[in-house]
Nanobody, 127 residues
Framework: QVQLVESGGGLVQAGGSLRLSCAASGRTFSRYGTGWFRQAPGKEREFVAGITWRTTVTSYADSVKGRFTISRDNANNAVYLQMSSLKPEDTAVYYC????????????????????WGQGTQVTVSL
């Protein structure tokens, strides 16, 4: 069992920055990759970014490449999403999720490969 708690969301103007945090507890978090997803009103939840358990591999959705950076601190059981140059279309509830596979060497970009989810944090980007 693992618990994930996101924080850091809020209201920001277009062009601004936010840093989301995901605090994990429970199973050995450092042995599993982690992903960030988002869901806007009326849309499906989509992959945003992911990082492997050893932090050697990261992956990003095309829509956020060059603007978002994912990182993790295994010593503190935390994963972060630094978001810069935010756009109104980035408005969504952001979720962190834990990979279901132990020691996976790659980043899965589909929801079905993640079996633990946080409650989400709202990010709103205004014009």
């Amino acid at each position: 069992q693992v618990q994930l708690v996101e924080s850091g969301g809020g209201l920001v103007q277009a062009g601004g920055s936010l840093r989301l945090s995901c605090a994990a507890s429970g199973r050995t978090f450092s042995r599993y990759g982690t992903g960030w997803f988002r869901q806007a009103p009326g849309k499906e939840r989509e992959f945003v970014a992911g990082i492997t358990w050893r932090t050697t591999v990261t992956s990003y959705a095309d829509s956020v490449k060059g603007r978002f950076t994912i990182s993790r601190d295994n010593a503190n059981n935390a994963v972060y999403l630094q978001m810069s140059s935010l756009k109104p279309e980035d408005t969504a509830v952001y979720y962190c999720a834990a990979d279901r596979q132990l020691f996976r060497p790659s980043v899965p970009g589909v929801l079905e490969e993640y079996n633990y989810w946080g409650q989400g944090t709202q990010v709103t980007v205004s014009l």
